[in-house]
């Protein structure tokens, strides 16, 4: 079964800090991994996403590291901000198919 | 541009009804997917179209689970005989094509069965 899985549920960081979240995947078909970002009551929006062939994709204070041969793959918030709270998902995508394999979310809290 | 939307934002029913959910994919845009979230979850996926036919209904968790999109613009997702469990947020996505990898998601529509 495809799964991704990602930690921590929870994340409270004080505004300026750096939060990061986690992803690990066990179908090395997945070929494309978003992360969404998704506030209360709205559908989820397209942060950054990573393929495979490299290692590190940065836009802005977000950046994603990407490590192939653990099949994991990260998400940093640099200078976190209190509008950044928010539930986070990492996703990916296998080239068997178009849907996305979601993992669980991650809830961030920024203080400030 | 508008993004896509999805009606009716909130829908309660009553178990064994039937209820459609409608999804209004971006202009232009020729896949369209469907998921489901529950509460403190991530969403899962059900269906996806390419154009007017399914090309993948794996995730579809019965058969009281349908889905349509005649014109290959907006879609239907039917759910006939409806159970508590359904109770969720169904999200609509869609993208520029089945190659494209960027699917953007409507708002949703929470569905509670009573």
């Known amino acids: 079964q495809q799964q991704v899985k990602q930690s921590p549920q929870s994340l409270i960081v004080q505004k300026g800090g750096i939060s990061i979240i986690n992803c690990a995947y066990e179908?090395?078909?997945?070929?494309?991994f978003p992360w969404y970002q998704q506030f209360p009551g709205k559908g989820p929006a397209l942060l950054i996403a990573?393929?495979?062939?490299?290692s590190e994709k940065k836009e802005g204070r977000f950046t994603i590291s990407f490590n192939k041969s653990a099949k994991q793959f990260s998400l940093h918030i640099m200078d976190s901000q209190p509008g950044d709270s928010a539930t986070y998902f990492c996703a990916a995508r296998g080239n068997a198919g178009n849907m996305l394999t979601f993992g669980g979310g991650t809830r961030l809290m920024v203080k400030p | 541009g508008a993004g896509v939307s999805q009606t009716p934002s909130n829908k309660v029913t009553e178990k064994g009804k039937y209820v459609e959910l409608r999804c209004d994919p971006i202009?232009?845009?020729?896949?369209l997917y469907w998921y489901r979230q529950s509460l403190g979850q991530g969403p899962e996926f059900l269906i996806y179209f390419q154009g007017t036919g399914a090309a993948d209904d794996s995730g579809l968790p019965n058969d009281r689970f349908f889905a349509v999109r005649p014109e290959g613009s907006v879609s239907t997702l039917k759910i006939q005989r409806t159970e508590r469990g359904d109770s969720a947020v169904y999200l609509c996505?869609?993208?520029?094509?089945?190659?494209?990898?960027?699917?953007?998601f409507g708002p949703g529509t929470r569905l509670l069965v009573l």
């Open positions: 202009s232009g845009h020729t896949a």
């Open positions: 990573i393929r495979p062939d490299v």
């Open positions: 179908n090395t078909a997945f070929d494309y």
């Open positions: 996505a869609s993208s520029l094509g089945s190659a494209s990898e960027t699917q953007y």
